[in-house]
């Protein structure tokens, strides 16, 4: 694809499902944060479609209705939206992630009939596994331009699709420091100048494995927490929030943990300041938000040695990587942090420069910029 001037006034239609607050994945903050950056730049030229509005005033918000079943009316309010706006659009930006191949292939059926180039960015963690594959090959092959929010799925997916250019634009968010000191926020929340804090920040399900956390602190034992000092913040919502505390109890662990639930964006600064390290259990990531959030705060990492967490991180360089859902292994790999400041603090500003190399928010607004002023 050729580098064009940027062009501000192309107006397009963002289809973007759920935003943050109401869901708080990932990809539903990096959207939130994305189309606001839009909407403050050209809000007048875009249309965006979902099921909630955001609180920014600009654009215009098209209410995707929930309605059952899903893979029969989302394609009929989709091709009803487009139709309606069909001569008013330079193209459609759109978000993939596990989906039905009804949806994806509707897509490109209706934005091909209309003419309207569409661009996709990918947040899928995981290598194309489709037991149907013409209609997603179909729906990635006539995108105007596909974007990967990590490189080992870039990769993954042009091996899939040869045919096809996976551009790798890392999906961040204008991440932001805490406004108050690491003693003054820990005396709000609880906690002594002593005590050594380790943080999970992400939903509580199973793909995230914030159970195996608590597998490990068990098999670690309360007395060497104490001696320590060390203590536990699994920061988020989901299904699993009821059982974690279930299992900290059994475990004898519950006074060294604390589930604060969901925390706001506006909130989470204080958290990772008063952090000292931060921990990613995932079995698999696009490319992790909090992750990146964690390296921006210069926190030491311990991460599963899983796809899309070990394409960021080297381990002993700038975290330590441990044996997926292996509670013993992490259960070492805690204590051995905890144990080795020395370690911490060389691990924490490896992260930090690796940050500062690699990531630039500035920098991927200007590439988004370039790829919606191709079209």
Request: glycine letters at 6%; one cysteine or more.
């Amino acid at each position: 694809m050729k580098s064009l001037p940027i062009r501000k006034n192309v107006k397009g239609l963002y289809v973007l499902g759920s935003l943050y607050p109401y869901v708080t994945g990932g990809m539903e903050i990096f959207n939130y944060y994305f189309l606001n950056n839009r909407l403050d730049d050209v809000g007048e030229s875009i249309y965006y479609l979902g099921q909630q509005k955001t609180d920014n005033k600009n654009g215009r918000f098209i209410r995707l209705k929930k309605l059952w079943p899903s893979r029969i009316f989302y394609p009929i309010q989709f091709f009803t939206t487009v139709f309606r706006l069909r001569n008013r659009l330079d193209f459609v930006y759109i978000c993939y992630a596990e989906q039905s191949w009804i949806i994806s292939y509707s897509q490109s059926l209706t934005l091909r009939f209309f003419g309207i180039p569409y661009i996709v960015t990918n947040h899928w963690g995981k290598e194309p596994d489709w037991k149907f594959r013409y209609p997603f090959e179909y729906y990635f092959r006539h995108a105007h331009a596909v974007i990967g929010v990590s490189e080992p799925i870039c990769v993954a997916f042009k091996k899939a699709i040869p045919d096809q250019d996976f551009q790798y634009i890392p999906p961040l968010i204008p991440f932001q420091r805490a406004s108050r000191t690491k003693q003054e926020l820990r005396k709000i929340l609880g906690y002594s100048e002593d005590e050594k804090i380790l943080l999970f920040v992400g939903s509580l399900k199973g793909m995230k494995n914030p159970d195996k956390i608590i597998d490990a602190l068990h098999i670690i034992g309360p007395a060497w927490l104490e001696e320590h000092r060390v203590r536990v913040i699994i920061a988020g919502k989901g299904e699993m929030e009821n059982e974690l505390r279930e299992r900290a109890g059994r475990a004898g662990v519950q006074e060294y943990l604390s589930l604060p639930g969901l925390v706001t964006r506006e909130d989470i600064p204080d958290y990772y300041n008063i952090a000292d390290v931060y921990i990613i259990s995932s079995d698999y990531e696009g490319t992790s938000l909090s992750l990146m959030e964690a390296m921006f705060n210069k926190l030491a990492i311990i991460a599963s040695n899983a796809p899309g967490i070990n394409g960021m991180l080297t381990h002993e360089q700038n975290a330590l990587l441990y044996e997926t859902k292996n509670a013993n292994h992490l259960a070492d790999t805690i204590k051995r942090v905890f144990s080795d400041p020395g370690l911490a603090d060389r691990l924490a500003t490896s992260a930090y420069a690796g940050f500062r190399a690699k990531y630039s928010y500035e920098s991927m607004i200007e590439k988004y910029m370039a790829i919606f002023s191709s079209v």
